[in-house]
């Protein structure tokens, strides 16, 4: 087993990253037992996994994503949602109030209306048809109130942390509810609207900052700079 990078290295498209004993892990190609990385990113290592999470990249929708999504049109049968990405999403009305009532006549604005954001879950998406969501789900449904903000997608594991140590600790520092939709968009609410401001101020510093050591203490002694402040006036 040989390793050719470290851990958060800038790595560029056929850069060789391992070899022998490594399994493929995203952005990565295999040549002749060789690793290779097939996107600009920063090589990520997990046990005897390699992969590269990228710099910069659209939203690419997954089955099992928990996104968030605005709804631009309300159908006969369903909402279309925009959910930052080149695919416009479908909600249909039996994956919004369940299959057997959908036989009743129902006002569909009167249960999403254009405008309104939702944490949803992709079902069903395959590159030749529209990402198909539901909001049937624990804490899946309408988002009544918070600050939205959008990321780059290929940030939000950096976000959300190992274990969700990253955004666990800055809801911690804040006293902030957060949600991370998968698709590079975050809601943000809170009491204070300063100490909102300080969560976005974080959640905009790991963005900038992705790629660097140390963040998490830096963005713990940020927050906690605009808080003292707060607490002063």
């Known amino acids: 087993m040989t390793i050719f990078v470290e851990k958060r290295q800038l790595v560029l498209p056929g850069d060789l990253m391992a070899e022998n004993g490594y399994e493929m892990g995203v952005n990565v190609y295999r040549e002749d037992g060789k690793i290779y990385a097939l996107k600009v990113g920063l090589a990520e290592l997990e046990d005897r996994k390699i992969s590269v999470v990228p710099l910069k990249g659209c939203y690419v929708p997954h089955v099992g994503d928990q996104v968030i999504g605005k709804i631009v049109d309300v159908g006969l049968s369903g909402w279309l949602l925009d959910i930052n990405t080149a695919y416009q999403a479908m909600l249909p009305l039996s994956e919004a109030i369940g299959r057997r009532q959908t036989h009743v006549k129902t006002e569909l604005t009167s249960i999403l209306n254009i405008g309104d954001l939702v944490l949803a ?12 969501l539901t909001i049937r789900g624990p804490g899946l449904g309408r988002i009544t109130s918070g600050r939205t903000m959008k990321i780059s997608s290929t940030k939000i594991p950096r976000l959300i942390g190992r274990k969700g140590s990253m955004v666990s600790m800055i809801k911690r520092e804040t006293g902030c509810e957060i949600i991370i939709g998968q698709n590079g968009v975050v809601v943000v609410s809170g009491r204070s ?9 974080a959640i905009s510093m790991v963005e900038r900052e992705a790629h660097t050591e140390g963040l998490t203490d830096r963005v713990k002694e940020h927050i906690r700079r605009i808080v003292e402040n707060v607490e002063l006036q």
Do not use: C, G, M, N
Not at 122 to 130: K, L, N
Not at 193 to 199: I, T
């Open 121 to 132: 879950k992709v079902i069903a998406f395959d590159r030749t048809r529209d990402p198909l």
């Open 193 to 201: 609207p300063l100490k909102v401001k300080a969560a976005l101020e």
